[in-house]
């Protein structure tokens, strides 16, 4: 099916995955501050492109950093106020981000590909239809995320090795945000 073919528009909402997808990945580590940050290219211009094209921009991240002890909860979301921050002084917008920091395995886990992140947004923008929403990653968990949700998926090839299937595949999120 071809991107055309799906009628996005201000009804969609579009979930994103954070590393790999808005910013560079550190295969083996995490971003732990603000300088390690570094966004994907094009990622703030095709963010910036899709303004007034789709409802609702989430972020859903792991990030289990936290429960690991490498860095705070606190820390984590002043990356995501600064990151906000910049997409929005370019043109762009991110309406949430949501960040499960448990570890992995750990029986009461928010993580993806659990539904819990997605069942907070729904709750705190009631119009979240899932089956008018798109989730885009570079993970099969980011996947098996939107897959259970009934949502569409966009897999960011990378060097994770992915064994979903996916509805779209490209090399970045601006890639998919230009075909919209």
């Known amino acids: 099916m071809g991107l055309s073919n799906w009628g996005v528009n201000q009804e969609w909402t579009l979930f994103l995955d954070r590393d790999g997808v808005i910013n560079e990945?550190?295969?083996?580590?995490?971003?732990?501050?603000?300088?390690?940050?570094?966004?994907?290219?094009?990622?703030?211009?095709?963010?910036?492109?899709?303004?007034?094209?789709?409802?609702?921009?989430?972020?859903?991240?792991?990030?289990?950093?936290v429960a690991l002890g490498k860095i705070s909860r606190e820390d984590v979301e002043r990356i995501h106020d600064l990151m906000r921050a910049e997409i929005e002084r370019q043109g762009g917008r991110v309406n949430a981000v949501y960040t499960a920091i448990e570890r992995k395995g750990d029986r009461l886990s928010r993580r993806k590909p659990h539904a819990s992140m997605a069942l907070e947004a729904q709750r705190d923008f009631p119009e979240i239809d899932f089956a008018k929403s798109i989730m885009v990653g570079d993970t099969d968990t980011d996947l098996q995320f939107g897959q259970a949700l009934g949502m569409r998926t966009v897999l960011i090839e990378s060097e994770e090795r992915v064994t979903v299937r996916a509805d779209f595949r490209c090399k970045s999120l601006n890639t998919f945000l230009s075909a919209l």
Do not use: M, S
Request: charged content about 20%.
């Open 25 to 65: 990945r550190i295969f083996g580590g995490y971003v732990l501050r603000w300088e390690e940050f570094h966004f994907l290219p094009g990622v703030i211009d095709g963010l910036a492109y899709i303004e007034g094209k789709i409802g609702r921009i989430i972020v859903v991240t792991n990030q289990q950093c």
